[in-house]
């Protein structure tokens, strides 16, 4: 059974950073492409940043340069560090098997003062 458990979310001042992590089981995670994705109140789900097994990330546009996607394959985890972060940013992040319908089953991210 693949299980992804997103920790790390919380309230954050904009400006201030955060690090999501993803803990993978169920899968041999070193050759798994993995991703983030968020969902903002009354928008659609969308993709954040994915990496492959190989390490070769991408950022949607507009996060480039403030988000970094990364993996630890000796510990199975995922992690997103957000920088810079702006109250649009707020949204429930998703972990996700890239090219998989597995899922996490998200945590919130809040930027307000």
């Known amino acids: 059974q693949v299980q992804l458990v997103e920790s790390g979310g919380g309230l954050v001042q904009p400006g201030g950073s955060l690090r999501l992590s993803c803990a993978a089981s169920g899968v041999i995670f070193s050759i798994t492409p993995m991703g983030w994705y968020r969902q903002a109140p009354g928008k659609q789900r969308e993709l954040v940043a994915d990496i492959t097994s190989g390490g070769s990330t991408n950022y949607a546009d507009s996060l480039k340069g403030r988000f970094t996607i990364s993996r630890d394959n000796a510990k199975s985890t995922l992690y997103l560090q957000m920088n810079s972060l702006k109250p649009e940013d707020t949204a429930v992040y998703y972990c996700?098997?890239?090219?998989?319908?597995?899922w996490g089953p998200g945590t919130q991210v809040t930027v307000s003062s």
């Open positions: 996700k098997v890239m090219g998989r319908p597995y």
